[in-house]
């Protein structure tokens, strides 16, 4: 799926603790930077298929330790998608990677 312009500059200029949303290809995604790390999810709960966050508020636990969905608070490890609290426990979000070929630029799923 390939970013628009606007989009890199967007994900460029999150800061520590700040998310965002877009939609690409029909495919509504989810942006996080902890620790200096961006991170890319489908912006869908594995519980019952809403969005986690909103493009108005955070995706954060109050800790801003872990991702944690809107609905009924499941929690997931930002690094990994994996869940680790909440009705989805034992199930991932859809994660992708940001890549560059030629400037550019990609979300590709991986393999978490
Ligand atoms: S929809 Fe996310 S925890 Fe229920």
């Known amino acids: 799926m390939q970013l628009s312009a606007h989009q890199v500059a967007q994900i460029q200029a999150l800061k520590n603790e700040q998310n965002l949303t877009f939609t690409i290809d029909n495919t509504h995604i989810?942006?996080?930077?902890?620790d200096?790390?961006?991170y890319f999810y489908e912006n869908l709960c594995p519980h019952l298929n809403?969005?986690?966050?909103?493009?108005?508020?955070?995706?954060?636990?109050?800790?801003f330790c872990l991702i944690e969905c809107q609905f009924h608070s499941a929690q997931f490890?930002?690094?990994?998608g994996a869940c680790v609290s909440g009705p989805c426990l034992g199930e991932s979000l859809k994660a992708y990677k940001l890549t560059e070929q030629q400037g550019l630029f990609y979300l590709l799923t991986t393999s978490f």
């Open 77 to 80: 490890n930002p690094a990994s």
């Open 30 to 34: 989810l942006a996080l930077k902890l």
């Open 36 to 38: 200096n790390q961006c």
């Open 50 to 63: 809403k969005r986690l966050a909103n493009d108005s508020m955070h995706c954060f636990d109050d800790s």
